[in-house]
């Protein structure tokens, strides 16, 4: 089920019988994607936003739990209620426009999250290009985001779990978020629980804040230009000529 990246509209949240969602779940249920006319055709189809982290105090502010933050921020600026409990997970139900979405924080700790988004992809019967994970990257440079539509888990171990869960399939799009590597020869594992520097919090932040237009930009058009142009910015935004 998970792999098929273009399921047909009717098996998308109510495949057994065509009955309309519940409105407690959503209140809402339109998506907009680009089709070859260069308009905008109206789909069922709402997005699952998972934020990867560890829960617990003493984890907060840690780079490694840079996708708990951008859950917090998204939820602040779209105005959504983390208040319920589901599958493992801190949820909450809302909408970017018109479009739906659930934010997620699996509270099963990072290397098991996949124990969270596998149950909600399949209750809310959502297509695998609609499952939009969110992690730090010490790939990137600290602060420096990317959005792809796919890719591999990077030796990140909670994306590896989710990948397990979804039937081994890699096709979900990803939102990196950069931490930078480890000084000198320093433990890796001490880097990721390590909170930020002073200069380094203030890169984060407004990483944070320009990742939600890119979240919001990436639910409402899908990987369009916008996103081209998003990734390129960060790619160079701390190059000076």
């Known amino acids: 089920m998970f792999c098929s990246s273009s399921p047909p509209i009717t098996s998308l949240l109510y495949p057994k019988a065509q009955k309309k969602p519940n409105s407690k ?3 809402s249920l339109r998506a907009s994607l680009p089709v070859s006319d260069n308009k905008l055709k109206v789909e069922y189809t709402p997005w699952l ?3 990867l982290g560890n829960p617990g105090f003493k984890y907060y502010g840690t780079r490694h739990n840079i996708g708990f933050e951008m859950i917090d921020h998204i939820a602040r600026a779209t105005e959504i209620s983390m208040n319920t409990i589901q599958s493992k997970a801190l949820v909450g139900i809302g909408s970017v ?3 739906p979405i659930l934010l997620v924080k699996p509270q099963a700790y990072m290397n098991f999250s996949g124990e969270s988004v596998g149950p909600l992809a399949a209750y809310y019967q959502i297509p695998l290009r609609h499952i939009l994970m969110i992690y730090d990257d010490m790939g990137l440079p600290n602060g420096v985001l990317r959005l792809q539509p796919k890719g591999g888990h990077s030796q990140h171990n ?3 779990n989710v990948t397990e869960h979804l039937n081994g399939c890699r096709g979900y799009p990803r939102l990196s978020i950069g ?7 320093m433990d890796m594992k001490a880097f990721l629980l390590q909170k930020f520097s002073p200069l380094e919090r203030k890169q984060i932040d407004a990483g944070l804040e320009q990742g939600v237009e890119g979240v919001k930009t990436l639910v409402e058009e899908g990987f369009s230009d916008s996103i081209s142009r998003f990734n390129l910015g960060q790619k160079y935004k701390f190059h000076t000529v």
């Open 25 to 27: 779940r959503f209140s």
């Open 49 to 51: 936003i998972v934020g």
């Open 158 to 160: 909670g994306l590896k």
């Open 97 to 99: 426009g018109e479009v």
């Open 179 to 185: 931490i930078g590597n480890p000084p000198g020869n």
